[in-house]
């Protein structure tokens, strides 16, 4: 890791009991330690039981260190981890309703091809795109979108993988009971 006290983009993955108040827990450790949670996404994994959380946050590498070893004690935590940005998959869902007369719908739907966008709603006066893709792709395309009038944007957050055969599991958990 880099200079301890330096503040730089870290992903936190973890496996996650998938039941109520996991979330809470979780959240309020990086709260109670003063982080701003940048993105967090939650979602079941191929084993209901399970979810995975994805969360971004913006610290120095000895703070994301230290909350990392206190997730792990969480009870509800099965595996937790630093991914390392060079080498893990990420991507994030962005939806965005932009204003679209007759004549800017033809150079939006230009704009979307350009980005690889689905257009996934026209309506007599807004188009809605559909965009997959990292952080600085999404937020070029907003930028292109500006000019014709962003009504509404929703993202999902960053989710993310290691490249690989590495993968995040149970194994810092092997012979302690889960509860």
């Not at 301890?4 to 996991?22: Q, R």
């Not at 809470?24 to 079941?44: A, C, H, Y």
């Not at 979108?145 to 993310?160: K, N, P, S």
């Amino acid at each position: 890791m880099g200079n301890k006290g330096t503040k730089k983009d870290h992903i936190v993955s973890a496996l996650v009991e998938n039941h109520a108040g996991t979330l809470s827990r979780v959240s309020g450790l990086f709260s109670r330690r003063g982080f701003n949670i940048d993105s967090l996404t939650v979602g079941e994994t191929n084993d209901a039981a399970i979810s995975r959380m994805t969360i971004t946050v913006k610290g120095n590498d000895a703070i994301v260190e230290q909350i990392i070893k206190q997730l792990s004690k969480l009870v509800d935590v099965i595996a937790v981890r630093e991914l390392d940005m060079d080498d893990c998959v990420r991507r994030e869902i962005m939806l965005v309703k932009v204003s679209a007369d007759e004549q800017s719908r033809l150079a939006i739907i230009q704009i979307a091809g350009v980005f690889r966008a689905n257009i996934i709603d026209v309506a007599p006066e807004t188009v809605t795109l559909e965009a997959t893709g990292g952080r600085g792709k999404l937020n070029s395309l907003l930028l292109l979108l500006r000019t014709h009038g962003i009504l509404e944007v929703a993202r999902t957050g960053i989710v993310a993988l290691e490249r690989g055969a590495s993968m995040l599991d149970n194994d810092s958990r092997v012979g302690q009971e889960r509860i």
